[in-house]
């Protein structure tokens, strides 16, 4: 780390010498995600957006850079920092069965996810990979795929393992006729991601890839027990989503709530990561004015960085369901307005 000497001298020609180490940070990257994983690049245009987030199933035949995304993988060229988001979870649910399919000369079956998450009474419940078939190596083919994909594609990217554990495991998880407790389900969660990181790990990945694991951040107990010290040893980054969902909520105290549960209960090495904030929006019925809180974003960050512990690193903008911009070009030239403000520059 390096380190300044001061000396100062009074005016009776007294001196005193003392050293500091500091430390240079570098601008917070503004980021950005358009409904649907959709082609953001006309957005992108004229703003300071050097972060982007993307989402994809393990269950999909093409993961990297993705079906007809050429521009993915041309943004990751120029510099764009793409935090790739995969899930266990299944999107196509009516035909998630058995899979069959070659990697590298290799046969790889992987059978029907076994696991229901999302339980919310009243809701239909997605399918998913099960954290037991991939401790048990069922879902290797799955990566295999995966990481043949990323090889080729040869961009380097955070890859953030699940969307948000907390929304998953909230009303519990079954898998295999088995009943899980939202408890439970972390527990279990924890062992598969560790495995999943592992895997990956152990094979050559394209220069600059990182990991994180995916949470809302709206549980205190679930944040405390999804990031246990030795899966945050594998990670480089803390995460969790930022959302105003009420006319009372400010941009401070919004982005700090779930930084404050980490200060007070994780232990040092998670501490030790920067944060990237994978999606943050404002929800319009409640708060029409979207484009005023955006403009508030900057400072608050700000404010968030200058106190200590991890510090937030990216944040991108989720323009899509809670996030809409409505309308879009008033909230998006906020967007930009804010990425060209303190700590973005």
């Given amino acids: 780390m390096p380190r300044v000497t001061v000396t100062v001298r009074d005016s009776g020609g007294r001196t005193a010498t003392t050293t500091a180490d500091y430390q240079v940070s570098s601008p917070v990257l503004g980021g950005y995600y358009l409904s649907?994983?959709?082609?953001?690049?006309a957005d992108l245009a004229g703003g300071n957006i050097r972060s982007l987030t993307q989402y994809r199933s393990f269950a999909d035949g093409y993961l990297f850079p993705g079906w007809n995304k050429p521009w993915l993988t041309e943004l990751g060229a120029a510099g764009m920092k793409i935090n790739m988001v995969l899930e266990l979870k299944h999107y196509g649910a009516p035909h998630a069965g058995e899979q069959t399919f070659r990697v590298n000369g290799r046969t790889y079956t992987v059978p029907a996810p076994a696991m229901t998450i999302q339980q919310r009474p009243g809701a239909t419940w997605p399918r998913a990979y099960g954290y037991g078939q991939v401790l048990s190596g069922q879902c290797d083919g799955l990566f295999a795929r995966a990481l043949a994909q990323y090889q080729e594609m040869g961009v380097g990217m955070n890859l953030q393992l699940a969307s948000e554990l907390d929304t998953d495991h909230e009303f519990g998880t079954r898998e295999a006729g088995a009943a899980y407790t939202w408890a439970e389900s972390d527990a279990r969660a924890v062992a598969a991601l560790t495995?999943?990181?592992?895997?990956?790990?152990?094979?050559?990945?394209?220069?600059?890839?990182?990991?994180?694991?995916?949470?809302?951040?709206?549980?205190?107990?679930?944040?405390?027990?999804?990031?246990?010290?030795?899966?945050?040893?594998?990670?480089?980054?803390?995460?969790w989503n930022v959302y105003a969902t009420s006319a009372t909520h400010t941009a401070l105290a919004r982005f700090r709530r779930t930084k404050d549960w980490a200060v007070a209960d994780l232990g040092p090495v998670a501490l030790?990561?920067?944060?990237?904030?994978?999606?943050?929006?404002?929800?319009?019925?409640?708060?029409?004015?979207?484009?005023?809180?955006?403009?508030?974003?900057?400072v608050a960050v700000a404010a968030l960085n200058a106190e200590g512990g991890p510090r937030i690193a990216r944040t991108n903008y989720f323009n899509s369901g809670w996030g809409w911009l409505v309308p879009k070009d008033t909230g998006l030239a906020a967007l930009k307005r804010a990425y060209t403000t303190g700590p973005y520059v």
Wanted: net charge positive; proline share 8%.
């Fill in 272 to 298: 030790s990561r920067p944060v990237l904030i994978a999606e943050w929006g404002v929800r319009s019925a409640e708060l029409p004015d979207q484009a005023a809180w955006i403009g508030t974003v900057p």
């Fill in 195 to 239: 495995y999943i990181v592992t895997w990956f790990k152990a094979r050559g990945l394209p220069t600059g890839t990182t990991f994180s694991v995916g949470a809302g951040g709206f549980d205190r107990a679930c944040y405390q027990r999804t990031h246990p010290e030795a899966l945050m040893a594998k990670l480089d980054f803390l995460q």
């Fill in 36 to 41: 649907g994983n959709g082609n953001p690049v």
